[in-house]
């Protein structure tokens, strides 16, 4: 099958968040499948690989009340075979979507671009897609553009995957004309309207044939609350909650050049002790290795649960537990925790940045992986965090709901541990069991804990169980079309 994949960013030439991750770790395991993959995505000024490559120059789309031009690079990694759309004006910014404060003015136009450009570009190197795999708002128009502008490409049906349904893309009515859409779709029932505003999330959920989101549990939660889109997804009858993966050639304690000692199921004890202890180092952290150590990899959102956290400073330091953080994010959050590092230096530690090297080592380093979300689409740090063997305590929400199990509710598969309610009193508890099991092993008691890790460890969270179910949601797509044309 020859799928394009359209999307806003891809690991590694641009990282934000997971959606990076998501569309070069899906693209590879399709590939490995068998089948034809292109991923089509900005030229943004700070890529992490260079481009040198151009695919075609002065291509042509009409936006903006004028035609305008951009150039395509590509590149191939992975036997993936990526386009790069090159318009500067759009593109060439120092941020890939907005300056640290604020938005770009501009960003209806800087993706609506990008969907009709990409259409423009699999029309022009005649890819022949079998379907079109597009994620989140910032390429939902582009459905509605190929119903409006590209009948040659009406047999080609269009997967929309949502990654985050809190981003919708909503917009000034007076962008419509500029980005080349008539006023005939502007209209609530059916339309892109959105109480007086564009919605690009509305329109590729209307306008796809098949619509996926990334967890099971985070499809049922979409129906009943979406931001004020639950309606027009409930109303969509083939929507499928599909678990996102992990990366095994990134992400294995086994071959991990980035961690201080590898390690397997049967060798975890002393290669987590070994990387626990230089991990410690590295953050300035002096307590001794029976004290539980709790790892955060995160932006620093609301969403992340930082508000739990920072109200539970004081009592998990209280508890006996050592914490350290990595991450950047809202400025707030950023602030309370150079302030939790200062009033609790001995026990909380703190790196305001992302670092892959630094990432890699507190999953492998860490006892426990606290992730405490507001609401979690799907979440991949649980399952790093556990092929690593780092205990997850977290709250049971969306994707973190499928993929930790309790292990006082289900003591014969459990991997973690849960809480339901978002209050501190609440992740407390959490930790304190998790706690009660840890320091049994410690005191040479039962082997508990030992069993949990061990089983963490085991669990299978391949991208290639993920991408058979893509495989699935395609054909569903390209059957509905078939009858559709």
Same mark, same amino acid.
């Given at each position: 099958?020859?799928?394009?994949?359209?999307?806003?960013?891809?690991?590694?030439?641009?990282?934000?968040?997971?959606?990076?991750?998501?569309i070069?770790?899906?693209?590879?395991?399709?590939?490995?499948?068998?089948?034809?993959?292109?991923?089509?995505?900005?030229?943004?000024?700070?890529?992490?690989r260079?481009?040198?490559?151009?695919?075609?120059?002065?291509?042509?789309?009409?936006?903006?009340?004028?035609?305008?031009?951009?150039?395509?690079?590509?590149?191939?990694?992975?036997?993936v075979?990526?386009?790069?759309?090159?318009?500067?004006?759009?593109?060439?910014?120092?941020?890939?979507?907005?300056?640290?404060?604020?938005?770009?003015?501009?960003?209806?136009?800087?993706?609506?671009?990008?969907?009709l450009?990409?259409?423009?570009?699999?029309?022009?190197?005649?890819?022949?897609?079998?379907?079109?795999?597009?994620?989140?708002?910032?390429?939902?128009?582009?459905p509605?553009?190929?119903?409006?502008?590209?009948?040659?490409?009406?047999?080609?049906?269009?997967?929309?995957?949502?990654?985050?349904?809190?981003?919708?893309?909503?917009?000034?009515?007076?962008?419509?004309?500029?980005?080349?859409?008539?006023?005939?779709?502007?209209?609530?029932?059916?339309?892109?309207?959105?109480?007086?505003?564009?919605?690009?999330?509305?329109?590729?959920?209307?306008?796809?044939?098949?619509?996926t989101?990334?967890?099971?549990?985070?499809?049922?939660?979409?129906?009943?609350?979406? @931001?004020?889109?639950?309606? +027009?997804?409930?109303? %969509? &009858?083939?929507?499928?909650? /599909?678990?996102?993966? $992990?990366d =095994?050639?990134?992400?294995?304690?086994?071959?991990?050049?980035?961690?201080?000692?590898?390690?397997?199921?049967?060798?975890?004890?002393?290669?987590k002790?070994?990387?626990?202890?230089?991990?410690?180092?590295?953050?300035?952290?002096?307590?001794?290795?029976?004290?539980?150590?709790i790892?955060?990899?995160?932006?620093?959102?609301?969403?992340?649960?930082?508000?739990?956290?920072?109200?539970?400073?004081e009592?998990?330091?209280?508890?006996?537990?050592?914490?350290?953080?990595?991450?950047?994010?809202?400025?707030? @959050?950023?602030?309370?925790? +150079?302030?939790l590092? %200062? &009033?609790?230096?001995?026990? /909380?530690?703190?790196? $305001?940045? =992302?670092?892959?090297?630094?990432?890699?080592?507190?999953?492998?380093?860490?006892?426990?992986?606290?992730?405490?979300?507001?609401?979690?689409?799907?979440?991949?740090?649980?399952?790093?965090?556990?092929?690593?063997?780092?205990?997850?305590?977290?709250?049971?929400?969306?994707?973190?709901?499928?993929?930790?199990?309790?292990?006082?509710?289900?003591?014969?598969?459990?991997?973690?541990?849960?809480?339901?309610?978002?209050?501190?009193?609440?992740?407390?508890?959490?930790?304190?069991?998790?706690?009660?099991?840890?320091?049994?092993?410690?005191c040479n008691s039962?082997?508990?804990?030992?069993?949990?890790?061990?089983?963490?460890?085991?669990?299978?969270?391949s991208?290639?169980?993920?991408?058979?179910?893509?495989?699935?949601?395609?054909?569903?797509?390209?059957?509905?079309?078939?009858?559709?044309?």
């Amino acid at each position: 099958m020859r799928v394009v994949m359209v999307a806003s960013e891809s690991a590694p030439y641009l990282k934000t968040g997971g959606l990076g991750d998501v569309i070069h770790s899906l693209s590879k395991a399709l590939i490995k499948l068998g089948h034809t993959v292109y991923v089509i995505m900005p030229k943004y000024a700070k890529l992490k690989r260079s481009l040198e490559r151009k695919a075609r120059e002065g291509i042509k789309i009409y936006i903006d009340y004028q035609w305008r031009e951009f150039d395509l690079y590509e590149d191939i990694l992975d036997h993936v075979r990526y386009f790069f759309i090159d318009y500067r004006p759009y593109y060439g910014r120092e941020y890939a979507y907005a300056p640290p404060k604020g938005d770009y003015y501009d960003n209806a136009l800087r993706f609506g671009f990008l969907s009709l450009a990409s259409l423009q570009v699999i029309r022009e190197l005649e890819l022949k897609p079998e379907v079109i795999h597009i994620h989140d708002w910032h390429t939902g128009i582009l459905p509605l553009y190929k119903s409006l502008y590209y009948p040659d490409l009406e047999k080609v049906p269009v997967v929309f995957t949502i990654h985050n349904a809190m981003h919708q893309g909503i917009f000034d009515a007076h962008f419509l004309p500029a980005l080349n859409l008539p006023w005939e779709v502007f209209h609530p029932y059916g339309g892109v309207e959105f109480y007086g505003k564009i919605n690009f999330m509305k329109a590729g959920i209307l306008f796809c044939d098949v619509l996926t989101t990334v967890s099971p549990s985070y499809a049922e939660e979409l129906k009943a609350y979406c @931001y004020g889109l639950e309606g +027009v997804i409930r109303e %969509k &009858k083939y929507f499928f909650g /599909i678990l996102n993966g $992990i990366d =095994y050639d990134v992400w294995n304690p086994e071959k991990d050049e980035l961690i201080f000692a590898k390690y397997n199921p049967k060798s975890f004890k002393r290669g987590k002790l070994k990387n626990k202890t230089r991990l410690k180092e590295i953050f300035g952290l002096k307590t001794e290795n029976y004290r539980p150590l709790i790892g955060i990899v995160a932006r620093l959102t609301a969403q992340k649960g930082f508000d739990l956290i920072f109200s539970s400073a004081e009592e998990i330091v209280k508890e006996g537990f050592d914490m350290l953080v990595l991450g950047s994010g809202e400025e707030k @959050y950023q602030e309370m925790l +150079v302030e939790l590092s %200062k &009033k609790f230096p001995n026990s /909380i530690k703190a790196r $305001i940045e =992302y670092s892959e090297e630094l990432a890699h080592k507190i999953y492998a380093g860490a006892d426990i992986f606290l992730m405490p979300s507001l609401f979690e689409p799907c979440g991949i740090s649980q399952m790093i965090a556990m092929r690593y063997g780092t205990v997850p305590v977290v709250r049971w929400v969306g994707g973190l709901k499928d993929t930790v199990e309790d292990f006082l509710k289900d003591p014969e598969n459990g991997t973690g541990f849960a809480f339901e309610n978002f209050e501190p009193k609440d992740m407390m508890s959490a930790l304190l069991r998790a706690r009660v099991f840890y320091d049994m092993e410690f005191c040479n008691s039962e082997k508990v804990w030992s069993e949990i890790v061990k089983r963490c460890m085991r669990q299978d969270f391949s991208w290639e169980r993920s991408a058979r179910e893509y495989e699935s949601a395609y054909t569903t797509a390209r059957v509905l079309r078939f009858y559709d044309s």
